[in-house]
Protein backbone atom coordinates (compact mmCIF):
# COMPACT_ATOMS: atom_id res chain seq x y z
CA UNK A 1 0.00 0.00 0.00
CA UNK A 2 2.63 2.86 0.98
CA UNK A 3 4.74 1.65 -2.41
CA UNK A 4 1.47 2.44 -3.96
CA UNK A 5 0.77 5.99 -2.55
CA UNK A 6 4.25 6.75 -3.07
CA UNK A 7 4.38 6.20 -6.38
CA UNK A 8 0.91 7.74 -6.70
CA UNK A 9 3.07 11.26 -5.12
CA UNK A 10 5.61 10.91 -7.07
CA UNK A 11 3.41 10.45 -10.20
CA UNK A 12 1.80 13.88 -9.33
CA UNK A 13 4.92 15.81 -8.99
CA UNK A 14 6.14 14.06 -12.15
CA UNK A 15 3.43 15.85 -13.66
CA UNK A 16 3.19 18.89 -12.01
CA UNK A 17 7.29 18.54 -13.30
CA UNK A 18 6.32 18.90 -16.64
CA UNK A 19 4.07 21.54 -16.36
CA UNK A 20 6.20 24.07 -14.77
CA UNK A 21 8.98 23.22 -17.80
CA UNK A 22 6.20 24.20 -20.26
CA UNK A 23 5.26 27.12 -19.05
CA UNK A 24 8.87 27.90 -18.09
CA UNK A 25 9.73 27.58 -21.97
CA UNK A 26 6.37 29.96 -23.02
CA UNK A 27 7.63 32.23 -20.34
CA UNK A 28 11.04 32.49 -21.63
CA UNK A 29 9.63 32.19 -25.81
CA UNK A 30 8.25 36.15 -24.06
CA UNK A 31 10.64 37.22 -22.85
CA UNK A 32 13.33 36.35 -25.68
CA UNK A 33 10.53 38.71 -27.49
CA UNK A 34 10.41 41.15 -25.11
CA UNK A 35 14.49 41.24 -25.55
CA UNK A 36 14.81 41.98 -29.13
CA UNK A 37 12.09 44.39 -29.12
CA UNK A 38 14.01 46.59 -26.33
CA UNK A 39 17.36 45.58 -28.39
CA UNK A 40 15.91 47.15 -31.74
CA UNK A 41 14.16 49.95 -29.40
CA UNK A 42 17.53 50.85 -28.31
CA UNK A 43 16.11 50.21 -24.64
CA UNK A 44 18.00 49.01 -21.63
CA UNK A 45 18.44 44.93 -20.59
CA UNK A 46 16.90 45.31 -16.77
CA UNK A 47 14.41 47.51 -15.86
CA UNK A 48 14.81 47.92 -12.01
CA UNK A 49 11.85 49.09 -11.42
CA UNK A 50 10.03 46.23 -13.17
CA UNK A 51 11.46 43.61 -11.59
CA UNK A 52 10.89 45.50 -8.16
CA UNK A 53 7.31 45.25 -8.73
CA UNK A 54 7.42 41.54 -9.91
CA UNK A 55 9.33 40.21 -7.21
CA UNK A 56 7.21 42.03 -4.61
CA UNK A 57 4.31 40.75 -6.33
CA UNK A 58 4.95 37.16 -6.04
CA UNK A 59 6.09 37.31 -2.97
CA UNK A 60 2.33 38.47 -2.18
CA UNK A 61 1.03 35.63 -4.01
CA UNK A 62 3.65 33.40 -2.20
CA UNK A 63 2.46 34.35 1.03
CA UNK A 64 -1.74 33.81 -0.18
CA UNK A 65 -0.42 30.38 -1.65
CA UNK A 66 1.52 29.28 2.28
CA UNK A 67 4.26 29.19 -0.12
CA UNK A 68 7.88 30.72 1.61
CA UNK A 69 8.25 34.28 0.16
CA UNK A 70 11.80 34.07 0.24
CA UNK A 71 11.86 31.30 -2.11
CA UNK A 72 9.79 32.40 -4.18
CA UNK A 73 11.43 35.61 -4.41
CA UNK A 74 14.84 33.63 -5.16
CA UNK A 75 13.50 31.77 -7.97
CA UNK A 76 12.12 34.82 -9.64
CA UNK A 77 15.48 36.17 -9.10
CA UNK A 78 16.79 33.57 -10.87
CA UNK A 79 14.41 33.92 -13.60
CA UNK A 80 14.91 37.79 -13.99
CA UNK A 81 18.99 37.31 -14.27
CA UNK A 82 18.54 34.70 -16.72
CA UNK A 83 15.90 36.99 -19.04
CA UNK A 84 18.65 39.96 -18.59
CA UNK A 85 21.21 37.45 -20.21
CA UNK A 86 18.69 36.98 -23.08
CA UNK A 87 18.02 40.56 -23.21
CA UNK A 88 21.97 41.40 -23.43
CA UNK A 89 22.47 38.51 -26.24
CA UNK A 90 19.91 39.76 -27.96
CA UNK A 91 21.21 43.55 -27.53
CA UNK A 92 24.89 42.20 -29.33
CA UNK A 93 23.20 40.90 -32.30
CA UNK A 94 21.25 44.12 -33.05
Known amino acids: ?5 LRNFRE ?3 NIDAALVFMLA ?8 VGRYKATAGLPPADPGR ?6 RLR ?12 SEKFLRFIIEEVIRHHEHARERV
Not at 51 to 56: D, R, Y
Not at 60 to 71: C, E, G, R, T, V
Open 1 to 5: MADET
Open 12 to 14: SID
Open 26 to 33: ERFKITQA
Open 51 to 56: EGQQIE
Open 60 to 71: SLAKSANLDPDF
